[in-house]
């Protein structure tokens, strides 16, 4: 049983949308570096939740979701002593904007290059997850 959802976004920059897009990581107070996403709220769709942490979490509000790529990540973590199941849908989104304001959840962010991007990222379904973003633009440009 799934106790918390929440949406999020791979989101790109592209100056021309055909060179090597730039990938927006966050840094969160909890240490770890990983993509906006936060928990859907009452009445809302998955989009639009995206959409909302997307603002909220860097001031960026131009984001263009990518038609065809949505992906669902499921772990576990714990609340105090209480274990949460939690799912995690994730789109990919592109923006023309690069100014960055954050959130008081985050303590840093960085527009990195695939590689450069994959080093940063903690875990390993976020890697998971810009690999099969990567592909899906490529897909798509090629």
């Not at 897009?21 to 240490?31: C, I, M, N, Q, W």
Request: hydrophobic share 35%; proline share 2%; aromatic share 10%.
């Amino acid at each position: 049983m799934v106790d918390e959802r929440s949406a999020g976004a791979v989101v790109f920059f592209s100056e021309t949308g055909h060179d090597d897009p730039e990938y927006l990581l966050l840094h969160y107070t909890a240490g770890h570096w990983d993509f906006p996403k936060g928990n859907i709220e009452a009445g809302e769709g998955e989009e639009q939740a995206a959409t909302r942490e997307i603002r909220e979490e860097t001031g960026i509000t131009d984001v263009k979701f990518i038609d065809g790529f949505r992906m669902k990540i499921n772990y576990r973590y714990r609340h105090g002593r209480r274990p949460v199941q939690k799912e995690v849908v994730l789109f990919l989104g592109g923006t023309k904007t690069k100014q960055v304001v954050l959130s008081h959840e985050h303590i840093g962010f960085a527009w990195k290059k695939y590689e450069s991007a994959m080093e940063q990222l903690t875990y390993q379904n976020a890697k998971n997850l810009l690999t099969a973003a990567r592909q899906h633009l490529r897909r798509l440009t090629s």
